[in-house]
């Protein structure tokens, strides 16, 4: 009897059946969603036609093929070609451009996300190409050292004079703030990078600003504050998001001072479990939970007085942690309660590093300085793609125009 092929034997070198039948998948979607995109291009100018009624805008065959890189592996793909037989001299006619595969494209922009986030997690550039052959095959190959090399300094370049753009006009409604820190050594002792995403009047997030710093101290932010300040960011934030860090804090109270604190309570909850035995923990953060979601300000004080009744004696450390901020955790009953879910964490930006970040150990390997903030510049940007606005943005506008919120809501609406 004759044997069947099993998913993973090799039917091309480094190659197996299951790794074939992804490609071709990946190369038959691909090909589909080119002819679909081609074909809506025709019909939306199906109507333009000479004077004895014939289409102008026609398919005509495809481009030469090429091979672009992406995550199932290395693609040949031929690109749908659409012609206007009024010609490029017409200044009626209209030129198709593929949004699914871009002129020049040679890799899926998931490649270049990866390149990034191995480094971040303490690849070097030598090793790249092996990394990142284990995770998309052989085709990886082409992504040399020298090419991740050229990659790097291209995107420094970038961040260089992105930190150097105008910031005129600009208003920056809500923000949130921390330093990142990653498993790499960077050069002399700069231990974080400080990163700060803002809100806009639209109610879109934006990355205001990447710099390194020396463990998140006063001078750094006030250096960052005082750079955005002097490239037009004039308008203070209304409320500011961070952790318990004091050199945020401090900065922020001598630049924007009328700027409202919050503390984020992802941070904080796990600063006072962390002053609890383990045995306790699940049941104090129960009780901490029912701080910062009480629909009030007054019923989140008395939930924040019951924590303390009920956990002070025991475990004091604990208790002041959370004290000393009491006015801080709670300010964002002060703004929409739709924006709440926004204003009571880090979340833009935790969400981001979460699985580069190592607050409390570090390895020894070596980094550049320059070559970790390209890549953290790279990965904010590429994430920003994804953030969606804020919840019902509309309301933000009544927070710009200073109107007062009591536990969520608007005082004096008509």
């Not at 498993?183 to 806009?200: F, K, W, Y």
Request: charged fraction near 30%; hydrophobic fraction near 40%.
């Amino acid at each position: 009897m004759e044997r069947s092929v099993a998913a993973s034997e090799v039917v091309e070198e480094g190659r197996s059946l299951l790794d074939e039948y992804v490609l071709k998948g990946a190369r038959q979607m691909l090909r589909a969603a080119l002819d679909a995109e081609a074909e809506a291009f025709v019909e939306r100018h199906a109507s333009v036609r000479d004077e004895t009624g014939r289409r102008q805008v026609v398919r005509n065959g495809h481009l030469p093929e090429r091979s672009v890189l992406t995550g199932a592996g290395e693609l040949a793909v031929k690109q749908p070609r659409v012609r206007d037989r009024r010609g490029a001299a017409s200044a009626d006619a209209v030129r198709f451009e593929s949004k699914i595969l871009p002129p020049y494209l040679r890799r899926s922009k998931s490649i270049d996300e990866l390149i990034p986030w191995l480094y971040l997690r303490g690849v070097s550039t030598g090793d790249m190409q092996p990394a990142l052959e284990a995770l998309v095959g052989e085709e990886a190959k082409g992504l040399s050292a020298s090419v991740v090399t050229r990659l790097t300094t291209r995107w420094r370049d970038e961040h260089q004079e992105w930190c150097k753009r105008d910031l005129a006009g600009k208003e920056y409604v809500y923000i949130w703030a921390d330093g990142v820190h990653f498993n790499i050594r960077l050069e002399e002792d700069r231990q974080c990078i400080l990163v700060v995403i803002g809100a806009t009047k639209d109610g879109d997030k934006e990355v205001i600003a990447i710099q390194d710093g020396y463990r998140e101290s006063t001078q750094d932010w006030r250096e960052l504050f005082l750079d955005l300040k002097s490239r037009g960011l004039a308008v203070p934030p209304k409320i500011a998001v961070g952790d318990g860090a004091l050199g945020f804090w401090n900065a922020l109270e001598e630049i924007f001072p009328t700027t409202q604190q919050q503390r984020c309570w992802v941070h904080k909850t796990a600063n006072v479990l962390n002053k609890m035995p383990k045995k306790v923990q699940s049941r104090a953060k129960d009780d901490l939970h029912q701080i910062w979601m009480a629909d009030t300000r007054e019923a989140a004080h008395k939930a924040f007085d019951l924590f303390l009744t009920k956990h002070e004696a025991k475990y004091p450390k604990a208790a002041a942690c959370l004290v000393k901020d009491r006015d801080e955790l709670l300010a964002f009953y002060d703004f929409p309660a739709e924006h709440w879910i926004h204003l009571r964490t880090t979340n833009p930006i935790e969400s981001t590093f979460a699985s580069v970040r190592h607050r409390h150990k570090r390895t020894k390997g070596s980094g550049s300085r320059a070559a970790c903030l390209a890549m953290v510049y790279k990965l904010l940007l590429s994430a920003k793609t994804r953030w969606r606005k804020l919840n019902s943005y509309q309301l933000i506008i009544h927070v710009v125009e200073g109107r007062k919120f009591k536990d969520g809501n608007l005082e004096n609406a008509a």
